[in-house]
């Protein structure tokens, strides 16, 4: 699933990866306890994936070292999802991108369906 995610994060539009300079993806079976306690998940099938860090337009060159960008692809709620409905398991993946980085830069809905319709 992680080689899957960076083809297609290599994939979406260039100025839509420009946002997240750096970002690291990653993928784990569910979400840290912290994190299902922070986004108050009901369930660690909840979430199918998370962005974590800060991006590119709210960057300063005051900024002190920090993390790196990082997004986070849950398997286990990834594969559940699939299991339930028809679309394939390579625009799931595509979509929880899109929307994790879109969804933190306070992209629209429709901003985020003309980036997937351009990564198509």
């Known amino acids: 699933m992680e080689a899957m995610a960076h083809a297609i994060f290599g994939r979406l539009p260039k100025g839509f990866r420009d946002l997240c300079e750096g970002v690291i993806i990653r993928v784990d ?53 699939w299991a339930e409905h028809e679309d394939t398991l390579g625009h799931i993946v595509r979509h929880v991108l899109i929307h994790e980085i879109g969804h933190h830069f306070g992209l629209s809905d429709r901003d985020m369906e003309a980036i997937e319709a351009a990564a198509d």
Not at 44 to 62: A, I, K, Y
């Open 29 to 81: 079976d569910f979400p840290a306890d912290e994190v299902l306690d922070e986004m108050q998940a009901g369930s660690e099938f909840d979430l199918l994936g998370l962005f974590q860090g800060v991006g590119l337009p709210f960057r300063s060159n005051q900024d002190i070292a920090r993390l790196p960008n990082m997004i986070w692809l849950y398997r286990r709620p990834i594969l559940d999802y």
